[in-house]
């Protein structure tokens, strides 16, 4: 590594510096080299179109073909290296793949502060051990404060700070004459939180867990990705955390836990941080301050946080003894970033993973399509394409804590029953029969606001947003209809703005109006009500969650923020209302998205010693969806689902990449789209004989909400059942946008492996 000028010099005669740049151009940058110290891998300050840009040092070169003249000179260094090589590698991959530009991927991968024109600041903490091996000699025999410490540094390896002045508010003073006669020895690290106080809970393993735990820890040197298919409540956590206690022991070695949302999950970190108190861990989330952030990351990126727990963007965090990885719920959507570069952290994992050479674990109660498919592999499909099993499955058939019993799932005909209030007479005993017992019900509706839509009867109009070719969500008690996919917010018309008509309906139910009905049937019960709107502000949720624990709330109602890893050991009841639309939507992933969710809302019942039960309303109670879910068999019905996509040739049987284009005049974005698809059509017809597939191109069409924010849109599908092909394909096409001559006049993106349209 370089330190000084000189040092840079004589090593190397390289005066040309090459960065990557923030800026939307799939280019590198020369600057010259006024004699700064820079290593590849540096942050450094230049200039580019006379603004001053943070660049990330690729290489140190000799020559360059920009003229002379116009070569600009560096204008700082930071002493911080961001990137090993191997992180430079993986976003090199996911640039390649995805088709974005690499300065972009490298700079948007880093903590905001990194990106500005400043040092990075971060605190740093002292850990101390033990050099050497003898330190009694030196210990007099009263010198009991000192034995307990030497015991300590003994027991742990490493101790920080914190640690030792638990063991005695006077251990600066007393440690210092070993640190002097050199018994022990400190390094300084990037501070990380302490642990908790160690949990001394560890319950003995059931055979299945067992299984798993040893199957992996039995494979770690090399990459093999697994697929921890256990249902809710089934102890995957608890295989998580004997995998980390194994791979940490390690001295240096480091884990990364992803997890969708991590902020709805407070438990789940507290658990890791108790259980595995021994180890530094870090988060990395949305909800971090910016300094936080930068911290957590330069702490992992450092090697001192042994743990990172994270969500997607934590896939990118520079981790040099990284040794495991594991992805909680790995078939949650959340894992893939529908801005900026579209990578899915799942996909980024399994690089990663590969490029490392270590095994990632996957994990879920209701797999991802994909993930079924890599596990199952052409089993009993019989389908041309049809893949090798690459995934090893895993699989925890019960509820792991003794007395908790997998929930008992009914349906609710609500063309027999029609719900009043949004509630069939079924649910609503039942709920009362829960307020009489003294536990808790949940109910499940996957819509804020008040009511979806405001209706009028004389005429038939609809409150539609001004922006988007979609309804306005009535939010009655802010008094403002609003639009869920711009934010657009109008004030609620006092009377038809078409016929005149003062009468206007709310139509529907969302989680106000079921709040309100709530409150009206059981007005002794309390209520509570969990979705975007009630828990903007940081903690409330972790408040709302305490008060659910501790028995402070009868009703619970909530969208799928309250469906994910919770868990409520006096909850024994599960409405859910409202989910039909999503029976037969026109988008193919809406069953398998349905499915997972009914699943993990239904995990939330009966976790405790007391039996769940989950009571669906629905006007298809013979939909096969629910057969399966009845049966707690997401087995049968991803099966089913597989050999539907396979006939009709969607993801996983083949790829797919969108081309999305964007304008405020329509007219733009289908000539673009139209010249786009007969220049990708072309393309494969030239090629047909070096194509190892030949992928399809679609023509355009519009999607679902066809304008977005004043937004006119429009796409074009390319598939095909070769990953290769299709990549080939698109590198040729996106050279092909880049200079043509509508790309300025409308926005574009293409989406690889796009989940929505
Ligand atoms: P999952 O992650 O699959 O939802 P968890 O690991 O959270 O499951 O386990 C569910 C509950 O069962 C937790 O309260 C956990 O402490 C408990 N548990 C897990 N494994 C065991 C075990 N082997 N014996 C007893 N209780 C267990
Ligand atoms: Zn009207
Ligand atoms: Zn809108």
Known sequence: MCSTVTDLQ?????????????????????????????????????????????????????ETDVPAHKLKAVLQVFDDLPFDAATLKL???????????????????????????????????????????????????????????????????ECSEAMLSEVSATWRKAIQPLLDDGYVSRREVIATRPSLPASDLEPT???????????????????????????????????????????????????????????????????????????????????????????????AQSGAA??????????????????????????????????????HARDVALVRAKQCRIPVVLGSATPSLESWYNAMGDQGQGVPNARKASYRLLTLTKRAAAQAKLPRIFCIDTTHSPPEAGLTPQLKQAIELRLQRGEQSLLFINRRGYAPVLHCSACQWLADCRRCSAKAVLHLRQRVL????????????????????????????????????????????????????????????????????????????????????????????????????????PDYRASERLFAQLMQVAGRAGRGDKPGEVLIQTAFPQHALFAAL???????????????RMAMQFPPATYIAVMKAEAADYSLVNQFLTDFSQAARDYVTEQAATLPDQPLVYDPVRPGIARLNRMERGYVMLQSAHRGALQQLLQVAVDWVRTHPLQAKIRWVLDVDALEY
């Open 10 to 62: 004589a090593a190397t005669p390289a005066s040309i510096v090459r960065v990557v740049l923030d800026v939307p151009l799939d280019r590198q940058f020369d600057y010259l080299n006024p004699g700064l110290p820079i290593c590849v891998g540096n942050r450094v300050v230049v200039p580019f179109a006379g603004r001053q840009l943070v660049g990330i040092v690729m290489a140190l070169l000799s």
């Open 91 to 157: 976003l090199r991959f996911c640039a390649d793949y995805y088709h974005y530009p690499f300065g972009q991927t490298v700079l948007a991968s880093l903590p905001l502060r990194l990106r500005q024109i400043k040092p990075a600041v971060t605190r740093k903490m002292w850990l101390y051990q033990l050099a050497k091996t003898t330190p009694e000699d030196f210990i007099g025999k009263r010198q009991q404060v000192l034995a307990r410490l030497v015991a300590s540094l003994r027991q742990h390896g």
């Open 205 to 299: 393993l059931n055979d299945e867990q067992a299984q798993a735990v040893k199957a992996i820890l039995g494979d770690v040197d090399r990459f093999q990705p697994w697929l921890l298919f256990g249902v809710t409540g089934s102890g995957k956590t608890e295989v998580y955390i004997r995998l980390l206690q194994t791979v940490l022991a390690e001295p240096r070695a480091q884990a990364l836990i992803m997890v969708p949302e991590i902020n709805l999950t407070p438990q789940l970190e507290s658990r890791f941080r108790s259980r595995l108190s021994q180890f530094s861990l870090v988060t990395l989330h949305s909800h971090l301050s910016e300094s936080e952030r930068l911290q957590n990351w330069q702490a």
């Open 306 to 343: 042994r743990i990172v727990i994270g969500t997607r963007l934590s896939v990118f965090t520079p981790m040099p003894h990284l040794k495991l990885m594991i992805l909680d719920e790995e078939h949650d959507t959340s894992y893939k970033q529908q801005d900026g570069m579209r990578y």
């Open 482 to 585: 609003r639009c869920h996919h711009c934010g657009d917010e109008q004030p609620i018309p006092v009377q038809c703005p078409s016929c005149g008509n003062p009468d206007l309906r709310p139509v529907g139910q969302a989680t106000q109006r079921v709040e309100e009905s709530m409150q009206q049937l059981f007005p002794q019960a309390r209520v509570a009500r969990v979705d975007r709107d009630t828990i903007q502000a940081k903690d409330a949720l972790t408040e709302l969650l305490s008060a659910v624990h501790a028995g402070q709330i009868d009703i619970l109602i909530g969208t799928q923020m309250l469906a994910k890893g919770h868990d409520f050991a006096n909850l024994t009841l599960v409405g859910v209302l409202d989910i039909d639309s999503a029976l037969y939507s």
């Open 630 to 644: 009845r049966e707690q068999n997401y087995a049968a019905f991803a099966d089913d689902l597989l050999q539907e």
